[in-house]
């Protein structure tokens, strides 16, 4: 157990529909970080928050938003859905903003669009 | 840009046999490699890193890697492998100037036979 926790762990739900995905960082990790799994584009990272601000961004759709709050933990708001955002997404945490040691990545939010 | 490359997509070998799983990368400057592993319908599981130091790195589950610089590789490996070994293998690197998003590879399925 990696100590970051995902929820749900699966989701289907229709196209144009809006959802949250909610992460909880391990104990004393400040940073969260969200990463899409897909069998043609592999891991992609999506958005890093650390202590509350966002730090750095990667392929993340304008449809797709996430923020951190307050007791750290962290949602990725998914909107006007489209089959093409089926996949596995991912959480992962660190303790501090630059990586300068591993990641710990949840088990994941299966995504089905239909 | 930074980048990996797992130049092999699956990798079989028998049981007890030794394990070698190929990582190349490609960052600008000094680099932080990653491996993690992933078993059917879980998260990345963190194994080992190199940051600085000794270039052969030890890490869980009887995994090592060892870091090239000349020839800028970072290629896991175990001396005996196991059926239980079977899994999805990642190659992870950080940009040492970036710093805040890890870029994958491709991914290495490994197929251990009895």
């Known amino acids: 157990d990696s100590g970051v926790t995902q929820t749900p762990k699966h989701l289907i739900t229709a196209t144009g529909q809006r959802v949250t995905l909610r992460c909880s960082p391990r104990s004393g990790d400040l940073s969260v970080y969200w990463y899409q799994q897909s069998l043609d584009q592999g891991l992609q990272f999506l958005i890093q928050?650390?202590?509350?601000?966002?730090?750095a961004k990667g392929n993340i759709l304008e449809r797709f938003s996430a923020q951190q709050f307050p007791d750290l933990h962290s949602e990725l708001n998914l909107s006007s859905l489209e089959l093409g955002d089926s996949a596995l997404y991912f959480c992962?945490?660190?303790?501090?903003?630059?990586?300068?040691?591993?990641?710990?990545f949840g088990q994941g939010t299966r995504l089905t669009v239909v | 840009a930074q980048s990996v490359a797992q130049p092999e997509d699956q990798v079989n070998v028998a049981e007890g046999n030794p394990l070698t799983v190929k990582c190349t990368y490609s960052v600008s400057g000094n680099p932080y490699l990653f491996w993690y592993v992933q078993y059917p319908n879980r998260g990345l599981q963190f194994l080992l890193k190199?940051?600085?130091?000794?270039?052969l790195v030890k890490g869980s589950y009887g995994f090592e890697a060892e870091f090239n610089k000349s020839q800028t590789s970072f290629h896991l490996k175990k001396p005996s492998a196991l059926v239980s070994d079977s899994a999805l293998y990642f190659c992870a690197v950080r940009d040492g100037a970036a710093g805040n998003k890890l870029t994958f590879g491709g991914g290495t399925r490994v197929l251990v036979k009895p």
């Open positions: 992962a945490s660190s303790v501090g903003p630059n990586l300068n040691t591993e990641a710990f």
């Open positions: 928050y650390y202590n509350g601000e966002e730090r």
């Open positions: 190199y940051i600085t130091g000794d270039n």
